[in-house]
């Protein structure tokens, strides 16, 4: 889905932009993000939700696949809301000019600042415990919130400010649904060990404590079942449960009028990967919620999801240039680049397979079979195994697809070495959207006491 193509000059070319023109410009490696496949992975959801689904709709986000200004504006700016997790990408969401009302504050463990920031803000909460629940209430009551007046929404959208002390908070209740996916399989058990969200066999409570909180506006519900998910079943399966959560509120006078059936759609990493499409899946959820409430009675809830990884991952780019290389006879060929696990731990941490192409030499036959290492002190530290390279010289241009999602947003800096940096590209213009740390970033945060100066 990427908007490349091969320039005369055996080039990749992204979003108009030939990638080893991009490396020189800002250096290696670099994320290199195309705009236009965000966009239209986003207007995909969109506009599925508008097809399919009878009643109102919301796509949110979801951030911690990549949370930064630029994406977060991205999403913004194509009417998409943003589940964020944590105050830092609340932060960046508000910062990115992303309405309060559009932002989802999600997480298992949400520090008391984090909830009184979140408070402040005016987004709406996604309460994921019991803990969780009776500090909100103590905290907002600390804070002078009587949650006694009307449920309106902040005047400007556009400019966020602190909702008045009468209105209550907004948030919603995260629900385990004993529905457990396992990327090519799922299972349905009775209690489910995840360390997210309310257990189901508690809901009589639940409803009927948040009934009595004149502070909190319970408006909907939530569950998440999992992430880089093939099947559709599952979360049509989500959907009906959680049709049926919401008729339970209604009956301890909670009008639930929202249903966050998560994110979780996987996407192609390699050829063997087989998703299915966004309106794929989009679809049988919108038709479970229409039946299950047509069946019940139930007004149509606002129909929310919040995916990552398939609006953001196969957007974007890694480019790496080709160092050192190692040939083992008979065994091995390694090859290394500038890069790796710092800043993408998804194979060492989740043995991902990733696709990869040489940006300057895009018609050369693949000949060669190597196995792409990072620069780590680390044996672990390897992007591919046995990729299926063309001959290769030091000082090419090595490009793995598809590292959007999860990439960027856990980067670290082991080893000590920056953060890449990130661009946007379109139309064949390229923005910086995340400067390269550089040695200074590195120290910033150390402290020397006087007393350990040499
Ligand atoms: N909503 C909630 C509550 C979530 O926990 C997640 C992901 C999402 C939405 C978005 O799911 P997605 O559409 O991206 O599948 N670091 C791992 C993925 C962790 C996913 C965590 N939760 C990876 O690199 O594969």
Not at 213 to 230: E, P, R
């Amino acid at each position: 889905p990427l908007t490349a193509k091969v320039n005369n000059q055996d080039h990749l070319e992204i979003g108009g932009c030939d990638v080893t023109t991009l490396v020189q410009q800002f250096g290696s490696p670099l994320y290199i993000l195309d705009e236009e496949t965000l966009r239209i992975a986003c207007r995909q959801y969109r506009e599925s939700f508008q097809h399919y689904y009878k009643g109102e709709s919301q796509v949110l986000y979801a951030s911690k696949a990549w949370s930064c200004l630029a994406v977060c504006a991205i999403a913004a700016s194509e009417g998409l809301g943003i589940d964020v997790v944590s105050g830092g990408e609340l932060y960046t969401a508000l910062n990115a000019g992303v309405s309060p009302e559009k932002i989802y504050f999600h997480g298992n463990n949400k520090s008391r600042e984090e909830l009184t920031l979140a408070i402040q803000s005016g987004c709406t909460i996604v309460v994921d415990n019991w803990y969780e629940l009776r500090s909100l209430v103590e905290i907002a009551e600390k804070m002078g919130r009587t949650g006694d007046g009307e449920n309106v929404e902040s005047n400007s959208p556009h400019h966020p400010t602190t909702p008045p002390p009468h209105h209550p908070i907004r948030i919603m209740l995260r629900l385990t649904p004993g529905i457990e996916c396992h990327t090519h399989e799922y299972i349905r058990t009775g209690h489910l060990d995840s360390k997210f969200g309310f257990d189901p066999n508690d809901l009589d409570e639940l409803f009927a404590f948040v009934s009595q909180q004149s502070v909190l506006n319970c408006v909907g519900l939530h569950a998440h079942i999992g992430s880089q998910i093939f099947e559709r079943q599952p979360h049509q399966d989500l959907a009906a449960v959680m049709v049926q959560w919401m008729s339970k509120a209604a009956g301890y006078g909670l009008t639930v009028t929202e249903l966050n059936v998560g994110g979780g759609l996987g996407i192609k990493y390699t050829e063997s990967d087989d998703p299915p499409s966004i309106e794929e899946w989009v679809k049988p959820i919108c038709e479970v919620i229409q039946q299950a409430c047509a069946a019940q009675n139930l007004p149509l809830p606002k129909l929310l999801c919040e995916p990552g990884r398939s609006l953001i991952a196969t957007a974007c780019v890694t480019a790496y240039t080709i160092g050192s290389s190692k040939v083992i006879p008979d065994i091995r060929t390694y090859i290394a680049v500038d890069g790796g696990m710092s800043d993408n731990p998804r194979p060492i941490t989740y043995q991902s397979v990733y696709r990869t192409v040489v940006a300057n030499r895009m018609s050369a036959s693949l000949t060669e079979t190597a196995t792409i290492a990072g620069k780590h002190c680390e044996s672990g530290d390897i992007l591919i195994k046995d990729a299926q390279l063309p001959k290769t010289e030091s000082g090419d241009i090595l490009v793995v697809m598809a590292t959007g999602a999860y990439n960027y947003s856990m980067a670290s800096n082991y080893n000590r070495l920056p953060r890449p940096a990130a661009v946007v590209v379109a139309n064949g213009e390229a923005n910086l959207i995340l400067q390269r740390e550089t040695y200074q970033d590195l120290i910033r945060q150390d402290c020397l006491p006087e007393r350990l100066k040499n």
